[in-house]
């Protein structure tokens, strides 16, 4: 029988016990790509971060068995967004909230470099949640939301708000979500907004896991011109036909995201590649 709920959330009815992963300081030895993060001054965050890492299988399969590589992407990029939040004015961000948080990749860094902030985290998946709530830092507050642009929380209450690889699924209403995070931002408030863009479309290649989503589309031929790869409306949307939420893919051309959602938001600035593949968008509230 099918569950309403997976309609606009994921693993609504399902419990499970969960395999966890010992904390990262126990996985660098073993990282295959350790000289990646040489630069990233992780040391002392290693040592205090004693927190319990989800299994590959908990986290989507990002950086497959390479524990320590998941972890240190996470701290990687917390690092990133407060110094973007701090060239905005924004120096201790006192509330900041991850929309689609997974099983806390980045939200598991925030208490350690902000120890006087409330970090929130929401996700569609309400397993992600249940690992957020129950094997990370306690001051994290993760809470399950739906794929309809509705957040539990107060209007202009937030400093930065962050999404990552969620709108490269927002096929059918991106707008109103865009009004969702100009409605709980605090005037001068941030968005991090990661997207996949024309330029992305261009730089994909085989050794990408977006590449057999996108390339093997049925729709692909007909929307994508394979010599220049690029495609003629404003947005590229791939929908995979199914009765859940979370099933497509979704391009943007950046002269659509500069004229559109300037309208809601004031963009800051949009930086490609940072720091892999997606493109970030920066927005302010007026």
Known sequence: MQIWENQVTIFSSVDKSFTTELPAACHEQNCPALERWADLEYEDHLCRDVYSLPCTEDREGYYGSDHFSYWASG????????????????????????????????????????????????????????????????????FHNCSVPHLQIEDSSVDVVTAYSVFTHIEAMETAWLMEIRRILRPGGLAWITIHTENTLKDLDEGWPLWNAVMNHPNAESLIDKNTRLFENDRLVLRWNGDKSYSSNVFYKKDYVLSHWSRIMKIHDIKRKLPEYQDVVLLVKH
């Open 75 to 142: 701290l990687r990029d917390s690092k990133l967004l407060l110094k973007e939040a701090r060239s905005s004015g924004i120096k201790n961000p006192l509330t900041i909230l991850d929309i689609g948080c997974a099983s806390g990749r980045l939200i598991r860094h925030l208490p350690l470099l902000l120890p006087d902030a409330r970090i929130l985290g929401c996700d569609i998946n309400r397993l992600h949640v249940e690992f957020c709530n129950k094997y990370l830092h306690p001051s994290i507050s993760a």
